[in-house]
């Protein structure tokens, strides 16, 4: 696998981990759909930790690239089981992060919009300073920093509100309330971008390709939804589609509450809007157009 002149480059083989999560399937289904040699490893494949078994899929399958969907999402739970939260988001991050600077390949890894207080008034940019609010963000800051400190070649990637057809997420949630009860109640003082782990895959991977070609800018990326909103909105909006749709049969009726009137273990930011304008700039992707997603990702469930 040298790099001299005239050496023939590898072809690009993404190593996904996490490939039973939100974005690990989102990421399976666009890798097939584009042809690209892949492998993908579940909790139950290799824990991300496990840097033997791991060590020797990398030589095995010749891998050009780590993407890393791999992670402790509890947020809440994570307030009471802080140990297992940094085994997977900051122990796990540190052991891929080594493994690619062993090889000499990047890292491509996801992170989140948590890392921030949500004290600020406008999008929040990659060189904001973080402030963590709980046990959650506090590991997957931690995880970046490990992965600053021991990858030679990465992409962190931060991301919000995650959506898709896969596994538990608040639009599969919603639609489960409202065909359950005729009034819900969704806070509406925290506000966000709702993000399509489909259109977050799609980044990664051009990210991959792009890196792939030589054109490797490591750092911090913010990706997310092209559009801020409450959770109460995002809530509306499920609705309405839905229901055109013909897939809910009635819109409750929604409360718009404040964040004291559900309260939860882990403190959430009150604002944590990101803007993806750096990543569209150096890597021209698109930041993600959720109220699309959202018919998409209606039309692809079956319950
Ligand atoms: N969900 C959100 O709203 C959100 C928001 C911002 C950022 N993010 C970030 O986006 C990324 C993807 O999130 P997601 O929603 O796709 O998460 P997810 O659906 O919870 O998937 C995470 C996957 O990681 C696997 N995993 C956990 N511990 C592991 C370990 N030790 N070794 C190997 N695999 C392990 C899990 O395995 P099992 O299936 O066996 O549990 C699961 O399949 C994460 O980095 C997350 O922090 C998510």
């Known amino acids: 696998m040298s790099g001299g002149q005239g050496a023939t480059k590898a072809a690009m083989h993404l190593l996904v981990t996490g490939a039973n999560g939100q974005l690990g399937q989102c990421l399976a289904d666009r890798l097939k759909a584009q042809g690209i040699s892949h492998t993908l490893l579940s909790r139950g494949d290799a824990d991300i930790n496990d840097t033997v078994v791991l060590e020797k899929i990398i030589a095995d399958k010749e891998v050009t690239a780590i993407i890393n969907a791999a992670a402790y999402t509890a947020v809440d739970k994570a307030e009471s089981e802080p140990e297992l939260a940094q085994r997977v988001n900051v122990d796990g991050a ?25 004290n600020k008034q406008t999008p929040y940019v990659e060189v904001d300073s973080i402030g ?9 800051l931690d995880g970046e920093l490990a992965i600053q400190r021991h990858a030679s070649k990465y992409i962190i990637m931060r991301t919000a509100w995650v959506f898709s057809e896969y596994g538990n997420n608040f639009l599969k949630t919603m639609l489960r309330l ?11 003082d925290q506000v966000g971008c709702p993000t399509y782990a489909g259109d977050i895959a799609v980044a990664l991977i051009t990210v991959a390709d792009q890196m792939h070609n030589g054109e490797a800018r490591s750092g911090i990326y913010h990706y997310a939804g092209d559009e801020a ?31 004291e009137a559900y309260p939860t273990p882990a403190k959430r930011p009150a604002y944590s809007v990101l803007s993806s304008d750096k990543i569209v700039a150096d890597y021209g992707v698109v930041a993600s157009d959720w109220r699309l997603a959202i018919t998409a990702v209606i039309a692809k469930m079956t319950e």
């Open 94 to 118: 540190a052991a891929l992060a080594k493994l690619s600077a062993r090889f000499d390949i990047p890292l491509l890894h996801v992170s989140t919009d948590y890392v921030f207080d949500g």
């Open 132 to 140: 963590p609010t709980g046990v959650y963000g506090q590991t997957k």
């Open 178 to 188: 409202a065909r359950e009860r005729d009034t819900l109640g969704v806070v509406a």
């Open 229 to 259: 909103v409450s959770w109460h909105g995002f809530a509306m909006e499920i609705f309405e589609q839905a229901h055109q749709l013909g897939r809910l049969a009635n819109i409750p009726s929604v409360n718009a509450i404040a964040t």
